[in-house]
T-cell receptor, first 117, second 113 residues
């Protein structure tokens, strides 16, 4: 079974430029998560999708960040315009169902390493 | 919001030694998870704990869900060079925070062959 796929793996851009990250979750996984991981920190949730619906985007900086999950499969996370402080690793994860108390496991992709100059 | 304190921040040990790391939470958790992250990769789940007092092993790894539900520890026995990496604890509570994982800041483990 293929794991969570993310692209690109690395991205270097200048500040004020737009950038987009793509995620393909594990087949059959209805729940998709985007996390941001700053250097020396653990991942922090940005947004969670159940199928195509964003059910928790409370941590997403909506002035410059946007996300979509058309057709409830692949997802794209966009930053426009990027700022220096956006340099981080952006991780995508998926699970069959919301983790809750169901014992579901989140599977993480390898992440996209963003450097904003 | 929920906060996790993970310690130690880093450890440097000799191959063959045992190692222990722990996490404490400011609030009660229903689930504790331990992940390992290798350089350039995403976190990989090592052990999941779902009940207070639960003790679970995965090979040389053993983790426990604290009886107060506010702490957990991970032990690695007889460390080997491939144990090198960053270990994260994570957990989630109940109610509105039920589906949101909170991660610790990680423990960087270095194993000297």
């Amino acid at each position: 079974e293929a794991g969570v796929v993310q692209s690109p793996r690395y991205k270097i851009i200048e500040k004020k430029q737009p950038v987009a990250f793509w995620c393909n979750p594990i087949s059959g996984h209805n729940t998709l998560y985007w996390y941001r991981q700053n250097l020396g920190q653990g991942p922090e949730l940005l947004i969670r999708y159940e199928n195509e619906e964003a059910v928790d985007d409370s941590q997403l900086p909506k002035d410059r960040f946007s996300a979509e999950r058309l057709k409830g499969v692949d997802s794209t996370l966009k930053i426009q315009p990027a700022e220096l402080g956006d340099s981080a690793v952006y991780l995508c994860a998926s699970s069959r169902w919301p983790i809750g108390d169901t014992g579901e496991t989140q599977y993480f992709g390898p992440g996209t390493r963003l450097l904003v100059l | 919001g929920q906060q996790l304190n993970q310690s130690p921040q880093s450890m440097f040990i000799q191959e063959g030694e045992d190692v222990s790391m722990n996490c404490t939470s400011s609030s009660i958790f229903n689930t504790w998870l331990w992940y390992k992250q290798d350089p350039g990769e995403g976190p990989v789940l090592l052990i999941a704990l779902y009940k207070a007092g639960e003790l679970t092993s995965n090979g040389r790894l053993t983790a426990q869900f604290g009886i107060t539900r506010k702490d957990s520890f991970l032990n690695i026995s007889a460390s080997i060079p491939s144990d090198v990496g960053i270990y994260f604890c994570a957990g989630h509570g109940s109610g509105g925070s039920n589906y949101k994982l909170t991660f610790g800041k990680g423990t960087l483990l270095t194993v000297n062959p």
